[in-house]
């Protein structure tokens, strides 16, 4: 490899809602571990409140806009070798893609590390991605920009019912919807494109309430690949990954599809040429025969930032000494300091990440969540078991709950209400769930209308049953006593 | 009651993960009488770690969880406390509105300091985003819950061996102080400023009365149990007034109203009012200028890190205001009071830490409205400002240190008998940024309630070219030409003529509804005129955004609670990405940003040369 002696490294800017603290975490890492191997660090990052900027975190830090025309004056100034964009969220591969497109990075001799141009395209645009991945036969759901009814109604009988509609550009987050019939697309359709500022809608192929999973995986330039670490979203498709609950390991794949999922991420990984981390998204039906690639982020993520506290097994750290060179059986996992990063990591525990959602601040937005991320934040827990962990982590949230049910903060939900948020999702779903089986309701009913696993709503119900049995005991205590 | 079976019960209840709280409601107990049964019956939490491995290898670096055993031996647990001398930083949990990544900021701060001290630290925290809940942060991270319980556990635990010298909350925001009290009854020392004193400026009472003591000003205000005291309270200090609520329905939180028909109006439909949900009313100070300071003490000595200007105006909430150090429109003895009043409430509070205040100045007055002493939002951007790290001297005092012996390796300025100023080298401007794109539906209008995520920074050596670089870094790009769009409800209209008549001497053209424009033509500037959404559905001021036409959008809220023609083209605004500014300070802010940006190019300056003029790097 060629000699790099100076690399820029980019942070994520502001706290928004899908790009949070996590960079400020993998960006202090990448720092870290560049000037471990020698390598003259330059930061840029616009957030003031982030670690990374301080001053002995890197040899040079740029508290400026990640703007392209600010940067070039960095650029000019500092003559960096190569820049690391992969650490700084869709910020940062954007403002690479973006530096790319204007000749800049040309213009310097700058060198992108962790992902090149061509992989952050194919991740970015919906039909590069179908085609990069119709090149190794990796199955992705269909989706077409369609400017009338009469388009939609094309598609949606070319790929069959039921489909998601989503407006381009609405004016007050209306128009969307699923359609199970061509009556009710037309319908959505119609609102749609009367909604949307640009007159245009989002057909897609609905993977409505199938499985969800999320792989990371580290590749390094000889072509080893490890998966450290496999989660599994709680709440099923139709909800973002990051408003779901989830949990690691994945606790409800047998197996033999699991094998099949972790042989589709690496041969994605792979096919992209992408050398450090890759978080890669799974729908898988419910049936457990068919699953689609969702999406595939070339770069550390929030989920990584989970998968690396998960796992302790240090992810932005390792992918930036990949993203110059060094290979996993190279470097050593600072951990256990004996394990080489060619190690895949094993859990022992369970592990339940929530999200925290800013709804107490903004009392008039729409609480359903769904596709889109609304939450600011989220926390982890660690357990011995599904049922522990998920306790811990919502004592976490720090939103007045010392449990899911039982601490006296519990809410009374009428039938309705809780068919309702069943179906329909909000930051209380977890609670209602609770609230139905103490009521009575079958674990069978709650599963058909929610579309989570089985699995989890028993565990729920044995933390259901236990706070029944401890109510028991306070009338053994009573009698006792009298 | 057969001991054995109650033991039974109550561990496979925490071994499903119950909490002691959770507990005690259901048992009719109280969460200590839990704790005091547990602990007899030998219920305790062991500690695991988690090291990549599954124990196949030992771990160098690992950190913890807690988990409850059927059978208990001391060699289960793994967390090994050492027979060093330590503190337990608390942090702040997950990122929300209000409290996010600064918080976490200030508690790295705090483990650096410690290190540097020689002292253990250990860290609980559950959030897995954060650099404090990086492996190689702190010496040891207990990934908990934050709350009285697991903290109390890890407390036990870590004084089981060496010296546990204490527990500080400063840096967790309100989530760790709200634990402060509880912890010190139970028996751990907190350090740095007292709970005592905590709950001083906290209790709205106890503060005023201290405020009068000091003989410092603080706007009029009263708590109202009835809708008739609230009408009384509001006439007798003036319209207009802030109204806060404790408990809250249908949606409507903290507002600022103007007339008595319109708190009739919010007492009615928005607050349950009663002796358990009072209603707190204060005197608004409309137009004053108001200020953040973040000052560190060591219960005698104090450092002023800065007095950060708020750009936006009073009624906006501090950390949605974008603020300026230094500040740019203050007269000294305005400066002066403000570094009189922050060195005796220090003082008068007993501070051993960080404090911050806010003021509102109006009329050559400066008021106190409240006192957290506390690190707050501001602590990384004042200390990156300015170049000193607040929150890692502020842990130095908690431990003993003196605050004269601290900053004798900073350029700071003495500007009184034992009180500091730190001396800024450039303009350094906090915007703040917003999850609007995000909250489809959400008016993107600043209020009395936080509604950021996070903020960005500008820097550079005016405040035209510092706000230009702020406002890139909030993903807003002021145009440097084009089309303007103005619409300010009344109260404004008298403000908006100077910032319009500047942008069209800078070459923008004007476009205003029919009340902006009749103000704006009056003052001889030329303005389009557009329909409002009302007036015509189709052919109105969206089309033009919509085509591209609009390259920035000032409008104000007339703060109706109706969906308004304003709320569309605000929130119009986010959709299309245009930049838009809802307050007029933050028009006249932006004007001063795109006259500096066409008449100067932009330089790029890096932390060492903020810090360059520093006797030594810290």
């Not at chain 1, 932005?316 to 060179?325: Q, S």
């Not at chain 2, 004269?404 to 940024?433: M, N, R, T």
Request: hydrophobic share 40%; proline share 4%; with cysteine.
């Amino acid at each position: 490899m060629e000699s790099i002696k100076k690399v820029m490294v980019f942070g994520s800017g502001p706290i928004v809602i899908g790009q949070a603290a996590e960079f400020d975490f993998s960006g202090s890492q990448a720092c870290k571990a560049l000037k471990e191997e020698g390598i003259y660090t330059i930061l840029v990052n616009s957030n003031p409140a982030t670690i990374q900027t301080d001053t002995d975190m890197a040899d040079k830090v740029y508290l400026e806009p990640l703007h392209p025309t600010i940067v070039e004056k960095i650029i000019e100034k500092e003559r960096p070798d190569a820049i690391l964009p992969t650490m700084g969220g869709q910020t940062g591969l954007n403002l690479a893609l973006e530096l790319h497109r204007r000749g800049i990075l040309d213009k310097y001799g700058i060198k992108l590390l962790g992902s090149n141009i061509r992989t952050i395209e194919i991740a970015e645009d919906r039909e590069l991605f179908a085609e990069a991945m119709a090149e190794i036969n990796e199955p992705v759901t269909k989706c077409k920009a369609v400017n009338s009814v009469d388009e939609a109604v094309e598609f949606a009988e070319e790929i069959g019912y039921p489909v998601i509609v989503r407006p381009a550009f609405t004016l007050g987050g209306t128009g969307g919807g699923i359609a199970h019939n061509k009556e009710e697309l037309i319908d959505i359709t119609s609102k749609g494109l009367k909604y949307s500022i640009i007159n245009q809608v989002l057909i897609d192929e609905s993977v409505l309430g199938w499985k969800e999973f999320e792989l990371e995986v580290m590749r390094d330039r000889k072509d080893t690949c490890i998966i450290v670490c496999g989660m599994e979203n709680i709440d099923p498709m139709g909800i973002h990954t990051g408003e779901s609950i989830v949990v690691s390991p994945i606790q409800t794949l047998p197996d033999e599809f699991y094998q099949k999922l972790r042989n589709a991420a690496i041969k994605i990984i792979r096919h992209l040429g992408i050398e450090g981390g890759c978080n890669i998204q799974f729908a898988v039906n419910k049936e457990m025969t068919e699953y689609r690639v969702i999406e595939v982020n070339p770069r550390v993520s929030r989920s990584s930032a989970l998968a690396s506290k998960a796992t302790g097994y240090p992810i932005a750290r390792i992918a930036a000494k990949i993203a110059i060179g060094k290979t996993l059986d190279e470097i050593l996992n600072d951990v256990t300091k004996e394990t080489p990063a060619s190690f895949e990591p094993t859990l022992d525990y369970v592990v339940v990440k929530i999200p925290r959602w800013p709804f107490d601040k903004f009392k008039t937005v729409d609480k359903k969540l769904g596709t889109s991320m609304k939450s600011t934040g989220e926390v982890m827990a660690i357990g011995r078991s599904f049922e522990e962990a998920l306790q811990k982590a919502i004592r976490s949230l720090d939103i007045g709950r010392f449990g899911i049910i039982g601490d006296g903060k519990d809410k009374d939900y009428t039938d309705e209400e809780i068919e309702e948020i069943l179906k329909n999702p909000t930051d209380e779903r977890i609670f209602v769930i609770a609230k139905a089986l103490e009521k009575g309701w079958s674990v069978e009913k709650i599963v058909e209308l929610t579309d989570i696993d089985e699995f989890f709503i028993k565990k729920i119900k044995n933390i259901v049953d236990m706070k029944k049995e401890l109510e028991k005991l306070k009338e053994e205590i009573k009698k006792l006593n009298a | 009651m057969d001991m054995e079976k109650l033991k039974e019960i109550l561990l496979k209840a925490k071994k499903l993960g119950f909490s002691d709280k959770q507990i005690a409601n259901l048992l009719g107990m109280d969460e200590i009488e839990v704790r005091d049964l547990r602990k007899k019956l030998n219920i305790i939490p062991l500690y695991k770690m988690v090291d990549t491995c599954a124990a196949e290898f030992e771990a160098k670096t690992p950190y913890y969880y807690s988990a409850y055993e059927t059978f208990v031996y001391k060699e289960q647990d793994e967390s090994n406390p050492s027979d060093r001398k330590k503190v337990i930083i608390i942090g702040s949990g997950p990122i929300r509105i209000g409290q996010g990544i600064e918080f976490d900021y200030s508690s790295v701060h705090a483990v650096l300091a410690l290190k540097e001290m020689g002292i253990e630290a250990i860290i609980i925290n559950n959030n897995p985003e954060t650099v404090s809940t990086d492996y190689d942060t702190s010496d040891k991270l207990y990934f908990e819950p934050i709350t009285f319980e697991e903290v109390l556990n890890i407390a036990e635990r870590e004084k089981e061996k060496g010296e546990l010298l204490g527990v500080i909350v400063q840096f967790g925001g309100q989530t760790a102080i709200n634990l402060a009290m509880k912890l010190k009854n139970a028996g751990v020392n907190i350090l740095g400023t007292t709970p005592e004193n905590i709950n001083a400026a906290e209790d709205r009472e106890e503060f005023s009365k201290l405020l009068k003591k000091l003989n410092i000003p603080q706007a009029e205000g009263g708590t109202a149990y009835t809708k008739e005291e609230a009408l009384e309270i509001a006439k007798r200090i003036g319209y207009p007034v802030l109204v806060r609520p404790s408990y809250v329905l249908g949606g409507r939180a903290m507002q600022i109203v103007y007339s008595e028909d319109e708190l009739i109006e919010y007492m009615e439909e928005a607050v349950k009012v009663s002796e358990e949900h009072p209603v707190l009313i204060d005197k608004f100070l409309e137009d004053a200028i108001e200020l953040d300071v973040d000052a560190v003490c060591d219960g005698e000595s104090v450092l002023i890190g800065a007095i950060m200007e708020h750009i936006e105006e009073a009624g906006v909430h501090s950390g949605d205001s974008a603020t300026v150090i230094p500040p740019q429109t203050l007269p000294k003895e305005i400066i002066d009071t403000v570094i009189d009043y922050t060195a005796k409430l220090a003082r008068a509070l007993n501070i051993v830490g960080l404090l911050n205040v806010q003021y509102a100045v109006k009329d050559g007055v400066v008021y106190v409205l409240e006192a957290n002493p506390r690190a707050s939002r501001t602590v990384p951007y004042v200390s990156k400002s300015v170049g000193i790290p607040l929150a890692k001297l502020a842990t130095k005092i908690m431990l003993g240190k003196k605050l004269e012996e601290l900053i004798k390796d900073y350029d700071v300025e003495k500007v009184a008998e034992k009180v500091w100023i730190a001396k800024p080298k450039y303009v350094s401007i906090k915007e703040a940024v917003f999850p609007f794109q995000k909250l489809p539906g959400v008016d993107p209008v600043l209020g009395p309630e936080m509604k950021s995520t996070g903020e960005a920074i500008g820097i550079d050596k005016d405040f035209g070219r510092a706000y230009y670089k702020a406002q890139l870094s909030a993903n807003m790009e002021l145009p440097i030409v084009g089309n303007v769009f103005i619409s300010v409800r009344d109260r404004d209209k008298k403000h908006i003529v100077d910032v319009a008549k500047k942008l069209h001497e800078l070459g923008f053209t004007i476009y205003a509804t029919e009340g902006t424009a009749k103000v704006l033509r009056e003052n001889g500037i030329p303005a389009i005129l557009v329909k409002k959404i009302s007036e015509s559905p189709n052919d109105n001021i969206l089309k033009l955004m919509r085509d591209g036409k609009m390259h920035l959008i000032i409008n104000t809220s007339s703060g109706k609670k109706a969906k308004s023609d304003g709320y569309y083209i605000r929130r119009a605004a986010v959709d299309l990405g245009i930049p838009y500014i809802t307050t007029i300070p933050g028009a006249k802010a932006a004007v001063k940003a795109i006259e500096a940006v066409k008449t100067g190019e932009l330089s790029v300056y890096s932390l060492d040369e903020l810090d360059a003029r520093i006797k030594n790097r810290f």
